[in-house]
């Protein structure tokens, strides 16, 4: 069972659900990324597919802003695997949304190592961005745990 330690200041926890709060209200309505369609152009079964995601995506959505909600300045959450992977899921549909509409110039690369200069973002940028970064952050460390096998301690 996977646990994180977390010391997060009320100001950044609060522009953390500043924008955790609207991405999730727009993947309510559609899911993260565009859909190919199934084969054959199924259109019934494109449209059950695609319900059936966004079905399960708000599930982990409230997942992760009840995490959220549970967080106060320093936090030791204890979480399950399956909780995890809900959590892993919502966090990844966030990243690419809050990618797609805010951050949408920046390289991937850039983005994934971590390696922006955050006095060249935009002032609208910044909560978007350190948003992504927290995600990322707390993916990995949920990935760490749930596969141990796969890092040593000097990795991580």
Known sequence: MPEIDFRLSPFFLQALKDVLEPVSKSLRLQVAIKLRATPDDDELLEEA???SLLEHLNEDLAELLQLLEELSGESVLRISDGQAESLLRAASAIRLKIREVFLSELSEYDLEQGSINVAK??????????????????????????????????SI
């Open 49 to 51: 597919w695609r319900d």
């Open 121 to 154: 973002l935009r002032p609208e940028q910044h909560k978007p961005y350190a948003c992504f970064g927290f995600l990322a952050s707390f993916q990995e460390r949920l990935v760490v745990q749930l596969m141990p096998d796969f890092y040593d301690d000097e």
